[in-house]
């Protein structure tokens, strides 16, 4: 059963930066098939697909991400990474990492991490 464990996350002031880090384990074949995505759930919203890296590296990132974050993979490791620079406020939310859903189906989520943008 392929699990997903999610960190890096906790409290930061705005204007500040958090590396989110989520590693894949259960999986034959490892991450390197797979797009990957980083998503984002405020409670009483839907999840959001925030950014998406292809099996070949190639990015993509949602209007909320655009200019402040980054996805990143090593394959060699299983994990992705989230590097957000320029947090504000509204980027509170519990961040989740997970195949990418518009190519993929989704594994089952894991326990995400919360990031509290706050002064």
């Known amino acids: 059963q392929v699990q997903l464990v999610e960190s890096g996350g906790g409290l930061v002031q705005p204007g500040g930066s958090l590396r989110l880090s989520c590693v894949v384990s259960g999986t034959s074949a490892g991450i390197a098939p797979m797009s990957m995505g980083w998503y984002r759930q405020v409670p009483g919203k839907q999840r959001e697909l925030l950014a998406a890296i292809t099996s070949g590296g190639n990015t993509n990132n949602g209007e909320s991400a655009k200019g402040r974050f980054t996805i990143s993979r090593d394959n060699a490791k299983n994990t992705v990474y989230l590097q957000m620079n320029s947090l504000r406020p509204e980027d509170t939310a519990v961040y989740y990492c997970?195949?990418?859903?518009?190519?993929?189906?989704?594994?089952?989520w894991g326990q995400g991490t919360l990031v509290t943008v706050s002064s």
């Open positions: 997970n195949a990418d859903l518009f190519r993929h189906d989704p594994w089952d």
